[in-house]
Antibody
Framework: QVHLVESGGGVVQPGGSLRLSCAAS????????MHWVRQAPGKGLEWVAF????????FYGDSVKGRFTISRDNSRNTVYLEMNSLRAEDTAVYHC?????????????WGQGALVLVSS | EIVMTQSPATLSVSPGERVTLSCRAS??????LAWYQQKPGQTPSLLIF???TRDTDIPARFSGSGSGTEFTLTISGLQSEDFGVYYC?????????FGGGTKVEI
């Protein structure tokens, strides 16, 4: 049974930083690409970032490029999202999601999410 | 970035009806289009990828069609558990982008 569990969310002031973690279990983590997808309260889905199986390939959404960094630790079955220079518009539930393969770029399993609230 | 536009925004239907949801891309995404269902309070579920391939255990009443810039998700014989919001997503180009969603309600 695939499980993805996010942690690290919370309240942060504009301009602040936060690091999210996503612990994966129930599958061979090192064989799958991983993504972060966010959903602002009452809004639609926005893809944030992707990391390939080896951790050397990364892609980002335009709104977070240069501010967010995705990384992974295959020995810990964990993917991370380092978020810097946070803005009010980054407020959302952040879901980690498994790629359907190494880089199929569709999401077949989702975590329940971590809420990030950017507010002064 | 490729802009995905879904229509209609809301669809009011009755159980048993045939439902057609549309998704349009601002430029060709070839067949690299997926559909997701999100029920209230739940995370999205992958229904269709490759424009028409159902994911594992997705019922046959869900079908996808289209290529290039015009895509359709059809639900043949809507069931009560099918109500929710449906999103399309293109994965032909970076950044990956979603449509704004179509809410299917009673």
């Amino acid at each position: 049974q695939v499980h993805l569990v996010e942690s690290g969310g919370g309240v942060v002031q504009p301009g602040g930083s936060l690091r999210l973690s996503c612990a994966a279990s129930g599958f061979i983590f090192r064989s799958y690409g991983m993504h972060w997808v966010r959903q602002a309260p009452g809004k639609g889905l926005e893809w944030v970032a992707f990391i390939g199986i080896g951790g050397t390939k990364e892609f980002y959404g335009d709104s977070v490029k240069g501010r967010f960094t995705i990384s992974r630790d295959n020995s810990r079955n964990t993917v991370y999202l380092e978020m810097n220079s946070l803005r009010a518009e980054d407020t959302a539930v952040y879901h980690c999601a498994r790629d359907r393969g190494g880089q199929q770029l569709v999401f077949d399993y989702w975590g329940q999410g971590a809420l990030v609230l950017v507010s002064s | 970035e490729i802009v995905m536009t879904q229509s209609p925004a809301t669809l009011s239907v009755s159980p048993g009806e045939r439902v057609t949801l549309s998704c349009r891309a601002s430029q060709s995404v070839r067949g690299n289009l997926a559909w997701y269902q999100q029920k209230p309070g739940q995370t999205p579920s992958l229904l269709i990828f490759g424009a028409f391939t159902r994911d594992t255990d997705i019922p046959a009443r869900f079908s996808g069609s289209g290529s290039g810039t015009e895509f359709t998700l059809t639900i043949s014989g809507l069931q009560s558990e099918d109500f929710g919001v449906y999103y399309c997503q293109q994965y032909n180009n970076w950044p990956l982008t979603f449509g704004g969603g179509t809410k299917v309600e009673i």
